[in-house]
Structures are given as structure tokens and as C-alpha cells.
């Protein structure tokens, strides 16, 4: 059975920085993508950012371009989020995800995890 379980979350002042990670149990097979939502309080869930297992594509969201960094560790199954320079608008719920199977090189995510608050002050 997959599970997904996020940590590193918490509370920090704007400017400031965190780091997310994410553990993978029972990685899905054709599982080739990871990703990185939020949702704030009211909002819908956005897209912040995904990697591939091997290192070579990363994307991100308009919004964190050049704040946010997504990496990962295939010998730890686990992907990071690297958060700095962290604002206000940043405050939401982070979730991980990863896709089961692509749909012409679209990730397809099924699987989710609990997510993680991050609460940045102002």
C-alpha cells in the first residue's frame, strides 16, 4: 500500500525559510513524478511544484519561482521542498503527491498525503 507522509511544517516569519519533506512507502509502480500542492483556508488546492524521479524536470508555479526548490532523494524515497524567502500568502496547507501512471507525459496523481501546515507571520 502507497503512503505518503509529510514533515516540516510549522510556523516562521515572513523572509524566512523551511523545509518540507515528503516519504514515500510502497512507491507505486510507474511512479516517474512527484509534486508539491497547497491549500489555503477558502481556497482551492493550487499547484506549487513537481520533480521526476530522475532529477531531470522540475516545474513550478509562477508564484514561487525563485523561492522554492524541489529535489529529490531516490535512495531515501523522500522529496524535499526547499521554501525561502517565505510571505504571508505562502500560509496553506502543503500536500505531496505522487502519479500512478503519465497521460501523454501528464502526471496522473493518486496518491496524496496527509499534508503539512505552514504558517508564515507577518
Known amino acids: 500500500q502507497v503512503q505518503l507522509v509529510e514533515s516540516g511544517g510549522g510556523l516562521v516569519q515572513a523572509g524566512g525559510s523551511l523545509r518540507l519533506s515528503c516519504t514515500a512507502s510502497?512507491?507505486?509502480?510507474?511512479?516517474?513524478?512527484m509534486g508539491w500542492f497547497r491549500q489555503a483556508p477558502g481556497k482551492e488546492r493550487e499547484f506549487v511544484a513537481a520533480?521526476?524521479?530522475?532529477?531531470?524536470?522540475?516545474y513550478y508555479a509562477d508564484s514561487v519561482k525563485g523561492r522554492f526548490t524541489i529535489s529529490g532523494d531516490n535512495a531515501k524515497n523522500t522529496v524535499y521542498l526547499q521554501m525561502n524567502s517565505l510571505k504571508s500568502e505562502d500560509t496553506a496547507v502543503y500536500y505531496c503527491?505522487?502519479?500512478?501512471?503519465?497521460?501523454?507525459?501528464?502526471?496522473?496523481?493518486?496518491?496524496w498525503g496527509q499534508g503539512t501546515q505552514v504558517t508564515v507571520s507577518s
Open positions: 503527491a505522487a502519479d500512478s501512471y503519465t497521460v501523454d507525459s501528464i502526471p496522473i496523481y493518486d496518491y
Open positions: 510502497g512507491r507505486p509502480f510507474s511512479n516517474y513524478v
Open positions: 520533480v521526476s524521479w530522475s532529477g531531470d524536470n522540475t
